[in-house]
């Protein structure tokens, strides 16, 4: 019996396609939400999660930083996605019968040198995939969908133009998410070690704590805060390194941290992908 993942959004979308890609023997599963994704895992509905954390062009996902510490799962990979955006139509349409493209606000703003220059009307969708089935049922030659090229495939539209993004190099990243924790050595790229943490309500704490990896020589990849619990002095940080915990250097930088910080929690250690260079 197949292994299972689930992702956020209909079938079709972008973290669907980003399943076929990195877990091609799996068998996609399509939840509503991110906390639906969560916790068809945890339920044991599925084996991993896929998770969206950020995009080159329009940067994290909101939300997603606060679910994962608290989510009871564990980082065991990630996998960097190429995101081509399609204008997908009903079968026998031509590009200049299309009048409007549906689709989620961030796509249709990464596409608007080309939706200008056809002189296409963007139109909001809830999501890509989405917009993808709204069209095929509508079955319209004046509406398309801006979506995966496994969105078109789905829904039965055409492709009328490929690769319409404003940027060559837009590229979403995605967390892999599993019930157990995997701390073994895997891999032949640098192990990337997630984790959270707040700081002791002390002067200059942050500052202290992020000395402890540049002392030690290790690579800090990210840093992003964001509030919790509705509080603006209550600040929870997200950091990714470079190197794994059993590491000297690591362990020296993570024993500095903690003297400056009230909790610290490891969210993953994984290979590096090899779509970060």
């Known amino acids: 019996m197949a292994q299972k993942i689930a992702f956020q959004g209909e079938p079709g979308a972008y973290s669907h396609q980003a399943c076929r890609e990195t877990y091609p ?3 996609a599963v399509a939840c509503r939400t991110f906390e639906d994704v969560i916790d068809t895992v945890r ?3 599925a084996d991993l999660a896929m998770l969206p ?3 080159s062009t329009y940067g994290r996902v909101a939300d997603i930083h ?7 799962l564990h980082i065991i990979a990630e996998a960097f996605v190429r995101v081509h955006i399609n204008l997908l139509a009903v079968p026998g349409t031509t590009l200049d019968q299309v009048k409007s493209a549906m689709s989620h606000t961030v796509l249709l703003g990464q596409c608007r040198d080309f939706l200008r220059e056809n002189g296409i009307h963007g139109i909001t969708g809830a999501d890509t995939a989405g917009s993808a089935k709204i069209i095929a049922e509508h079955g319209q030659p004046a509406e398309a969908a801006l979506a995966s090229e496994l969105a078109g495939e789905i829904y039965g539209l055409d492709v009328l133009a490929r690769h319409i993004e404003d940027h060559d190099k837009n590229t979403t990243r995605f967390l892999i998410m599993a019930r157990e924790p995997d701390f073994s050595r895997r891999g032949d790229t640098t192990p990337i070690t997630s984790f959270v943490f707040r ?4 002067p200059a704490a942050l500052y202290k704590a992020m000395g402890g ?3 030690n020589g290790v690579n800090m ?3 992003e805060s964001y509030m919790v619990g509705g509080s603006f002095t209550a600040t929870q940080f997200y950091a990714d390194i470079e ?3 059993d590491d000297h250097n690591v362990q020296l930088a993570l024993e500095e941290l903690a003297y400056f910080t009230s909790s610290m929690t490891i969210l993953g250690v994984y290979p590096s992908d090899r779509g970060r260079s």
């Open 25 to 27: 023997d799996h068998q």
């Open 43 to 45: 339920g044991g509905e």
């Open 53 to 55: 954390v950020e995009n």
């Open 66 to 72: 606060h679910l994962l510490p608290e989510s009871g």
């Open 199 to 202: 700081v002791r309500n002390i």
């Open 213 to 215: 990896f540049a002392t």
């Open 221 to 223: 990849t990210k840093l």
């Open 243 to 245: 190197g794994h915990p």
